[in-house]
């Protein structure tokens, strides 16, 4: 039993926020399976710009691609999907074991065209079909563009992880998309216990910007509330879900959509670095972490239970402290929204910049 298993046992499934090739090929992924506990795995822009761009993992195809004329925006997608399917093929008997709750790897649509929901949906239907495995989420952001999306890849039997969630309003459109989403699908008689989704709340990058605002206006009232916003946004959203969960009217069959926390990173050493994990443990939920974030809870997390049902009374009065010394959460969420789409396109950007230039290079021998 790892500190993993026991977080499991308290309702929350941990993903691996990372994959690579070399992870795949060298056996990690399935190591951290067997013997850290890791239930699935998650994957955006930027991870894979990292993977891309290191290392000679990804020569060896590259050079077949070159040689066929492929864009270099196919080239990724190309390889990105590769890496998805063998990993889902990893996850395949965690799948199986778990009734097909956990075992799902993700893969993202273009940041790219975010606010183009018709764009996005024939992107989610071609990357499901390319995947080609049950267990294959694909990421779409929750995106005001984009939310339509979320329910047509849903009603056409696509399991689906909602990102770039930051706030119990947006979270709450993302709830009513599913439920939109299943039951059209169910009217379509589509088997909907076939259909899993995840709805991602983004923690971290919240405090980075509250806690910034904080330390502007500097008073001691408003210092105090440091580190405090991206944890009750969070709680706030699971709130929400046992509210709009236990009113919903699902399709026979249907699963709920379960929470899943993201960027669990903690970015303020001053904080404990395992905060966003120990805080965030109770039922239906998926926290994906980044492998340090898994190195640290391993270490020395220490879990007492469902710490998310009890927090969730007080989430709300945290956030209206926020509001009461001046800091307009409105404005908080719509920054790391566009700052959050922005970062992943210039991730992709800079990727098919580079691998273009390595496309070009094996073209010309």
């Not at 008689?189 to 910034?212: Q, Y």
């Amino acid at each position: 039993m790892t500190a993993l298993h026991t977080l499991a046992t308290i309702g929350t499934s941990t993903w691996l926020d990372d994959l690579s090739r070399d992870r795949i090929n060298s056996g990690n992924l399935e190591k951290m399976i067997n013997e850290v506990g890791i239930l699935g795995v998650t994957t955006n822009p930027a991870i894979f710009a990292a993977a891309m761009g290191q290392g000679t993992a990804y020569d060896e195809q590259l050079a077949s691609l070159s040689a066929t004329g492929v864009s270099a925006d196919e080239a990724v997608y190309t390889m990105a999907i590769d890496d998805v399917r063998a990993a889902c093929d990893i996850f395949a008997n965690t799948h199986a074991h778990t009734g097909g709750e956990d075992g799902f790897v993700s893969i993202e649509v273009d940041p790219r065209i975010s606010d183009d929901a018709a764009a996005t949906l024939t992107q989610a239907r071609q990357l499901a079909e390319r995947v080609g495995r049950d267990n294959v989420m694909i990421k779409i952001p929750a995106t005001e563009g984009s939310l339509p999306a979320i329910s047509d890849a849903l009603a056409e039997g696509i399991s689906v992880n909602v990102t770039l969630i930051f706030s119990e309003a947006q979270y709450r459109q993302v709830v009513a998309a599913y439920i939109d989403g299943i039951n059209r699908a169910a009217d379509a008689g589509i088997d909907v216990s076939t259909i899993r989704s995840v709805a991602s709340v983004f923690v971290s990058r919240i405090d980075t910007e509250v806690d910034k605002r904080l330390e502007a206006i500097g008073t001691d009232e408003a210092l105090a509330l440091r580190g405090t916003a991206g944890l009750a946004g969070a709680q706030a959203c699971y709130a929400a879900f046992k509210e709009l969960f236990d009113q919903a009217d699902l399709p026979e069959g249907a699963h709920l959509q379960r929470p899943l926390w993201a960027s669990t990173g903690v970015k303020n050493p001053e904080y404990p670095d395992t905060m966003y994990v120990t805080e965030l443990a109770g039922p239906n939920t998926v926290n994906t972490m980044p492998e340090a974030t898994i190195d640290a809870v391993l270490d020395h997390a220490e879990f007492s239970g469902d710490t998310l049902t009890p927090a969730t009374t007080q989430a709300r009065e945290k956030l209206a402290a926020l509001d009461a010394v001046g800091i307009d959460l409105a404005d908080v969420y719509a920054t790391v929204e566009r700052e959050g789409v922005e970062k992943f396109v210039d991730s992709w950007t800079a990727l098919l910049s580079e691998l273009g230039d390595k496309l070009e290079s094996h073209a010309q021998g």
